[in-house]
Nanobody, 120 residues
Framework: QGHVVESGGGLVQAGASLRLTCAVS?????????IAWHRQAPGKQRELVAR???????EYADSVKGRFTISRDIAKNSALLQMNDLKPEDTAVYYC?????????????WGQGTQVTVSS
């Protein structure tokens, strides 16, 4: 059916930057879809961080606006999340979702997650 694989997490200090990469199977990546980053901190619900559609429309959670940027790298079939000025409250497991429920055949795939830890 395809794959979604995240990479790029790690441990950084507050104020630092990280870039997360979500690699998606090419067939899925080139279909009608959106790719989104979600995150889940311990004891909290999973929340949407950022989303980008096939035609490059983007949306962000208020908490990351101005600090995070989502983009598509067509050559690498990937969605990138550039995270700047990281804060301790950004600490979470970050998950990538490839949502092609409007495509045919439809798909909705999640990656395994990558840990981001921001120390103060």
């Amino acid at each position: 059916q395809g794959h979604v694989v995240e990479s790029g997490g790690g441990l950084v200090q507050a104020g630092a930057s990280l870039r997360l990469t979500c690699a998606v199977s090419r067939t899925l990546f080139m279909s009608n879809n959106s790719i989104a980053w979600h995150r889940q901190a311990p004891g909290k619900q999973r929340e949407l961080v950022a989303r980008i559609t096939s035609d490059n429309n983007t949306e962000y959670a208020d908490s990351v606006k101005g600090r995070f940027t989502i983009s598509r790298d067509i050559a690498k079939n990937s969605a990138l999340l550039q995270m700047n000025d990281l804060k301790p409250e950004d600490t979470a497991v970050y998950y990538c979702r490839a949502d092609g429920r409007g495509s045919w055949p439809p798909f909705d795939l999640w990656g395994q997650g990558t840990q981001v830890t921001v120390s103060s």
